[in-house]
């Protein structure tokens, strides 16, 4: 059976919807990581459909089987959620022989904050996409430590996130909070 179009675009063989390689987005500017809103279920899919791109490609189980087998699909997934948690002010620490990696603030994360941190965020779609991404395709250590990185920050920003962002987060990333 031939690969889906994700899986090539994971394998840098094809592009998205626009013609974008995993490349290409990986290297948008952090502003234009902000100003763009077709690229995150391309890096993040999920079987559902999108309610911002049509255009967004659709998670199968043989992709989510394809993400769990293949160690290198799930390294491509780990750079692309590297480039978001540097957009949020965010950096992994995955220390050898740890068995979760920490999510922590990184030193740019209070100018990082002003872009993404506010009430009723896009962004705040976006880290539930990308929790709930990492869970399936087989990086569930990745997105517990992230929703514990997120917990400490709705600790700080309670008013900002709320109650109901922060259900959705936890619900995104069992076992993470």
């Known amino acids: 059976m031939p690969e889906s179009h994700l899986i090539l675009f994971y394998r840098h063989q094809g592009t ?15 502003e234009e ?3 763009t809103h077709d690229f995150i ?3 993040f899919p999920l079987p559902e459909p999108s309610s911002a791109s049509d255009d967004a ?3 199968s189980q043989a992709d989510i089987s394809l993400f769990k087998s293949d160690q290198s699909l799930r390294a ?5 959620f590297g ?9 992994c620490r995955d220390e050898a022989g740890a068995v979760t990696p920490e999510i922590v603030r990184a030193a740019d994360f209070t100018e990082r904050r002003r872009i993404w941190l506010y009430s009723h965020s896009h962004n705040f779609l976006r880290i539930t996409r990308i929790l709930r991404a990492l869970s399936l395709l087989g990086c569930s250590a990745h997105a517990v430590a992230f929703g ?16 109901r962002t922060i259900a959705f987060w936890r619900s995104a ?3 993470s909070i």
């Open 148 to 163: 514990r990185c997120l917990d400490g920050i709705y600790g700080d920003f309670r008013d900002v996130v709320g109650p």
């Open 57 to 59: 490609p659709l998670l």
């Open 33 to 35: 990581l902000e100003e």
């Open 16 to 30: 998205d919807h626009r013609g974008r390689s995993l490349v290409d987005i990986r290297r948008l500017s952090l």
């Open 173 to 175: 990333a069992p076992g």
């Open 83 to 91: 480039v978001m948690l540097r957009f949020f002010g965010l950096a």
């Open 41 to 43: 279920q391309w890096l």
């Open 76 to 80: 491509e997934l780990l750079l692309s």
